[in-house]
């Protein structure tokens, strides 16, 4: 396990603000890395790969005004519904992506496309299988999604299955699911993880392209509001039960939705909220320099504090959690 070589001098924070659909873009972007955490974005959120190129010029020319950002990521969709794939990659290849981010489908043509111009592949999983499988596909890094994430979750606690992955694989290991604060940032990193990946958190932030209502439902929102389902999108996601239920929808007895379709997607995203377990950590939407700050010296307290003395006192910070 390790934090790639390329990007340890360049960050201030072992985290990914992680790829979302619809909410992820170039200010989201620009703004997290700037303030020295690696910043991505699904190439989905643009309509057309014409489009996606764009949003990396953007992108580009904004850091490299910014020398000491961290370097920035892309999420490309590998699933055989989603057509884009291909131009997508080409894209991404003439753009020479620093991170590329896959999610359904670890493909050894992927992984030889970005290696080829020095970019790293981190890809996703929910399980030791898809974990073994990307491993054979020759990825650098590893996401384990694990139970309570947003958008696409998994089911397994964090503290079964990075050792798992750890067993066999020698990469980046990155934690996924309910990350809203340094603190467990650092506890990420204690249990074995080289980096966070924090999407929820970042919904509730200036930049995001999210609805206010929908940065608002984040607020008011705890755990227990988070409804694990496969009827919105046909693969098992969280989504928040106020949105499923104005959207016309009663969210204890879902239709069926058959086959998870790309084409599809985006609607059911637009009417239906998703958001992980982590929602009742957060309390405020603050612009994301702030927040990368406030995590950046939170997470530094944490590691100083353990390292201090094992037994601390930790009320303190439980009643700062609530208040
Ligand atoms: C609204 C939303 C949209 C998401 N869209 C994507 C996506 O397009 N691609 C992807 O790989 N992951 C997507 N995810 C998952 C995130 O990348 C990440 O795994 C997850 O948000 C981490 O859990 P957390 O939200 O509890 O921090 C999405 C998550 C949310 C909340």
Request: hydrophobic residues 45%.
């Amino acid at each position: 396990m390790a934090i790639p070589e390329k990007f340890r001098n360049r960050l201030r924070l072992p985290a990914i603000a992680a790829p979302m659909f619809l909410t992820s873009g170039p200010d989201l972007v620009v703004e997290t890395c700037r303030a020295g955490l690696i910043g991505t974005f699904p190439s989905l959120n643009q309509r057309t790969s014409k489009g996606y190129g764009e949003w990396l010029e953007q992108i580009e020319e904004r850091l490299d005004t910014l020398p000491d950002a961290a370097p920035y990521g892309v999420n490309l969709i590998v699933h055989k519904s989603n057509p884009r794939v291909e131009a997508d990659l080409k894209v991404t290849v003439d753009h020479k992506v620093p991170l590329v981010i896959t999610s359904l489908g670890a493909v050894r043509d992927v992984v030889d496309a970005v290696h080829s111009y020095g970019g790293l592949v981190f890809h996703d999983v929910i399980n030791r299988r898809h974990a073994e499988k990307a491993a054979e596909a020759g990825v650098d890094g590893i996401i384990a999604v694990c139970a309570g994430a947003g958008g696409h979750a998994g089911t397994m606690s964090p503290f079964a299955l990075i050792p798992e992955i750890a067993s066999f694989f020698s990469g980046t290991i990155v934690l996924s699911g309910a990350i809203s604060t340094g603190r467990q940032i650092a506890a990420a990193r204690m249990m074995g993880a080289d980096f966070a990946y924090l999407g929820t958190r970042f919904i509730a932030t200036r930049e995001s392209m999210a609805a206010d209502a929908y940065k608002e439902m984040i607020i008011a929102s705890s755990a227990a509001d988070v409804v694990y389902t496969p009827a919105i999108s046909g693969v098992n996601a969280n989504f928040l039960r106020p949105s499923i239920a104005a959207a016309g929808l009663d969210p204890d007895n879902l239709p069926d939705h058959g086959k998870m379709d790309m084409s599809n997607e985006s609607r059911a995203w637009k009417n239906v909220w998703s958001a992980g377990q982590g929602v009742g950590s957060i309390s405020a939407v603050p612009p994301v320099a702030e927040l990368c700050k406030d995590l950046i010296s939170e997470y530094r307290k944490a590691m100083e504090e353990a390292a201090e003395d094992p037994f601390q006192d930790l009320s303190a910070r439980s009643m700062r959690l609530m208040a």
